[in-house]
C-alpha cells in the first residue's frame, strides 16, 4: 500500500461539504438568520470560488501528496481566498459580515481532519502490515537521519522498521519523529536495543567522524547485532533505504566533504601539457585519473613500471592499447632519458609522484632511496627547469617532519631541493606533504586485510603506535587544490583529521572477519616513530588560504651539496650523510622568504 496517495478529483465533493457545512454551522449560530434562497445561494457561491481558485494552484490535479504539508498550504491558500471573496461580496447583507470568515475557517477545519484521519489510517494500517519487517534502531536523528526515517516508514517494501532514534543531542530528547521515539543519547544505545529488541543499527549521521562510528560499533558488536551505515554524500545523494549498505574501513577513519574551488584549478590544468612521474602508483594512478577530467590539453603518464602504465591507461579510457604517446616508460635515474623527455614533450604542469617508499627496506638499502628519490628528484627538478615548466608539484610524506628514517630524510631532502630551484628558476615550484593513504601498494591496511584473509596471525609493531590516514581520492583532490594555492618554495601540508591507533584499526578490520585471528606485536623497526607528525620543529600551522590546507616554508638546499653524495657515499655512512642534509643550514644567499613569494 503506497503511503503517498496523491490528492485528486476525489477529494474535491468532500471539500465543497465542508463549505456547505460550515456556511450551515456559520448561519446557524448568526443572530439573525438570512432568507433561504440566500443561505442558498451563499453556499452555491463558496464553493464556486473555491472550485475556481483550487484550478490554478492544482489542488484537485494530483500534484500533492494526500495530507502533505504541500497540499494543506495550497488548501489553506484556496480557502482564505475563497472566503476573502466571499467576505467582500456579501451575498447576505442581513447577517453579520463576519459569517464568511467563520465558515471559510470552520470548512477549513474540516477539511484538514477529514485529510489528517485518512493519513493516519492509511499509517496504522501500513504499520500493522510491516510488522514482519526487520526492527531496527537509527543513530542520528538530524537531516539525513529523519529522510531515512520517513524513507522506511513510507515504503511498503523497505526490510527495515524502525522501532528507535538514538542522538546526543540533549535538545532531541523525548521527541517523538514520524512517531518514532528518541531513546536517549550513546550512553542508552545498548539499553534501547534490548528495549525494543532490534536487529541492529543504521549509523545515519553524514560525514560522521570516524571515532564516533567506531564507539558506536563496538556497542553495537558487543551486544552481537549488526550495523550498517549511510554512504557518504560523494556516493549517493539521497538518504534512502536503499543507499543503506555495511560499515567499510573508510567510514571507521572518518568521512568529511573537501571543498574544491575547481574554477582555480582549472586556470592551471585546462588546456596544459601536464606530466605526471610515478604515473602507475597508488597516487600517480589517481592523479592522473582525476587530472584527466579537468580536460589538459595533454595528460603525459610517466613510469618505469610498464605494468603499471598499462593499468592506469585501462582506468581512464577502458582500453590499453600502449600505442598511444601519453604513455612515458622511463626510469628517473636516467639523467639524460628524463631531459629528452622533457625537452621533446615540453610540459608546463609536472606532478611528481615516484618514489620508493617502504620504509624498513629502504632502512637497509639507504643508497636505493638516495639515487631514486633523491637523485631521480633532482633530474626532474633540473629537467623542469631546463623547459621552463611553469608550476611543479613534489608530493611528500609526513616522515619527512623531523624525519629519523631513510625515507623520511630522503623525503626531506627533495622538500628543500624543490624549494632551492623557485630561488633560481622561473615558474612555481612547490612540495605537497601528507601521510599514509588507504589503498596504497605496501599499505599497513593492505596487509592487515592479507593477513585476515589468510586467518592470522596479525601483526602489529606497537599497541600505541598511531598514524594519519586519508583515502586515496582525498588526498589526490587536495593535492591539486594545494597545487592550485602554493606559492614557490613552500611545502602544504594536508589536514589529514586525527591520528589513528593502528593496534585499534587492526582490531576493527579483524571484527569484520567471519573468523576470529590472533595477534602479535613485533616491536617498532628501525626508523619507525610511534607517532608521526605533519609539522616539523619551527613549522607553524598556517592555513591562509584553504582550511584543510596548511603552509609551511622550507629552507633551501643546493643541489651541488647533494650530487657527490650518489657517487662517493660508503654504504655504512650514507645514512649518517642524508640525516646531516637535512639539517644544514642554509648558506648566506639572497633567498626570497615565503611572503615575498606570495606576493610575486
Known amino acids: 500500500m503506497d503511503h503517498h496517495r496523491p490528492a485528486g478529483p476525489g477529494d474535491w465533493p468532500a471539500d465543497l461539504c465542508a463549505w456547505a457545512g460550515g456556511l450551515a454551522l456559520a448561519i446557524t449560530i448568526a443572530p439573525e438568520r438570512p432568507p433561504l434562497l440566500h443561505a ?44 476573502a471573496l466571499l467576505y467582500a461580496f456579501n451575498p447576505m447583507p442581513t447577517v453579520p459580515a463576519g459569517i464568511p470568515v467563520v465558515a471559510a ?105 570516524g571515532a564516533l562510528l567506531r564507539s558506536v560499533r563496538a556497542l553495537v558488536t558487543a551486544t552481537e547485532r549488526w550495523l550498517k551505515v549511510l554512504p557518504s554524500l560523494d556516493e549517493t545523494l539521497g538518504a534512502g533505504v536503499a543507499e543503506v549498505r555495511e560499515v567499510r574501513l573508510t567510514d571507521l577513519l572518518g568521512r568529511r566533504q573537501i571543498d574544491t574551488d575547481l574554477a582555480t584549478i582549472g586556470d592551471y590544468l585546462t588546456d596544459r601539457r601536464v606530466l605526471v612521474t610515478g604515473a602507475g602508483g597508488s597516487i600517480g594512478s589517481e592523479l592522473c585519473r582525476q587530472l584527466h577530467r579537468f580536460g589538459p590539453a595533454e595528460l603525459m603518464m610517466l613510469d618505469r613500471d610498464e605494468s603499471a602504465l598499462h593499468a592506469v591507461q585501462l582506468s581512464i579510457h577502458g582500453r590499453a592499447l600502449l600505442d598511444s604517446p601519453e604513455l612515458i616508460l622511463a626510469d628517473l635515474r636516467d639523467a639524460a632519458a628524463i631531459h629528452a623527455v ?3 614533450r615540453r610540459p608546463e604542469v609536472v606532478f611528481h609522484a615516484a618514489a620508493l617508499k617502504h620504509l624498513t627496506l629502504l632502512e637497509r638499502h639507504p643508497g636505493e632511496a638516495l639515487q631514486t628519490n633523491v637523485i631521480g628528484t633532482l633530474n ?29 630524510y630522503s623525503k626531506r631532502i627533495t622538500e628543500r631541493l624543490t624549494a632551492h630551484r623557485s630561488t633560481v628558476t622561473t615558474g612555481t615550484y612547490l612540495n605537497v606533504r601528507f601521510g599514509n593513504v588507504l589503498g596504497s601498494r605496501g599499505s599497513v591496511i593492505t596487509a592487515f586485510q592479507t593477513q585476515i584473509a589468510a586467518g592470522g596471525p596479525v601483526t602489529v609493531t606497537d599497541p600505541e603506535v598511531t598514524r594519519y590516514f586519508m583515502t586515496v581520492q582525498e588526498a589526490v583532490q587536495l593535492v591539486i587544490q594545494a597545487a592550485a594555492l602554493g606559492a614557490g618554495g613552500e611545502a602544504l601540508v594536508l589536514d589529514m583529521g586525527s591520528p589513528v591507533r593502528i593496534d585499534e584499526l587492526a582490531h576493527q578490520l579483524a571484527a569484520l572477519a567471519d573468523r576470529p585471528v590472533q595477534f602479535v606485536y613485533t616491536g617498532l623497526r628501525p ?11 619551527g613549522e607553524t600551522d598556517l592555513r591562509p588560504l584553504h582550511p584543510l590546507i ?43 622568504t615565503l611572503s615575498a613569494a606570495r606576493t610575486s
Not at 59 to 78: F, N, Q, S, W
Not at 527 to 537: D, I, P
Request: charged residues 20%; contains cysteine; aromatic residues 4%.
Open 40 to 83: 442558498a445561494g451563499t453556499i452555491l457561491l463558496a464553493v464556486t470560488l473555491h472550485s475556481a481558485i483550487a484550478w490554478p494552484v492544482h489542488l484537485y490535479r494530483r500534484r500533492y501528496d494526500h495530507g502533505t504539508l504541500d497540499e494543506l498550504r495550497a488548501l489553506g491558500v484556496t480557502v482564505a481566498a475563497a472566503g
Open 105 to 209: 475557517m470552520t470548512a477549513l477545519l474540516a477539511m484538514v481532519a477529514v485529510r489528517g484521519t485518512g493519513r493516519l489510517r492509511r499509517e496504522r494500517r501500513q504499520r500493522a502490515e510491516r510488522e514482519a519487517a526487520e526492527p531496527v534502531v537509527v543513530y542520528g536523528a538530524g537531516a539525513a537521519g529523519h529522510r531515512l526515517l520517513r524513507s522506511m516508514l513510507h515504503d511498503p517494501h523497505c526490510r527495515f522498521r524502525p522501532v528507535g532514534l538514538i542522538d546526543d543531542d540533549p535538545a532531541k530528547q523525548n521527541l517523538r519523529i514520524e512517531g518514532v521515539p528518541v531513546l536517549g543519547g550513546r550512553a542508552s544505545l545498548i539499553a534501547a536495543l534490548e528495549r525494543t529488541d532490534a536487529a541492529g543499527v543504521i549509523f545515519a549521521i553524514r560525514g560522521g567522524d
Open 342 to 344: 622533457f625537452a621533446e
Open 380 to 408: 626532474v627538478l633540473e629537467a623542469a627547469a631546463a623547459t621552463g615548466v611553469e608550476r611543479f608539484v613534489n608530493i611528500s610524506t609526513d616522515k619527512a617532519a623531523d624525519p629519523v628514517s631513510v625515507l623520511g
Open 527 to 537: 626508523g619507525e616513530k610511534l607517532h608521526e607528525e605533519l609539522f616539523g620543529a
Open 550 to 592: 596548511s603552509h609551511v616554508s622550507v629552507p633551501p638546499l643546493d643541489p651541488a651539496l647533494v650530487r657527490p653524495l650518489a657517487a662517493s657515499a660508503p654504504p655504512a655512512t650514507l645514512t649518517g650523510q642524508l640525516a646531516d642534509l637535512c639539517v644544514l643550514p642554509v648558506p648566506a644567499i639572497d633567498v626570497p
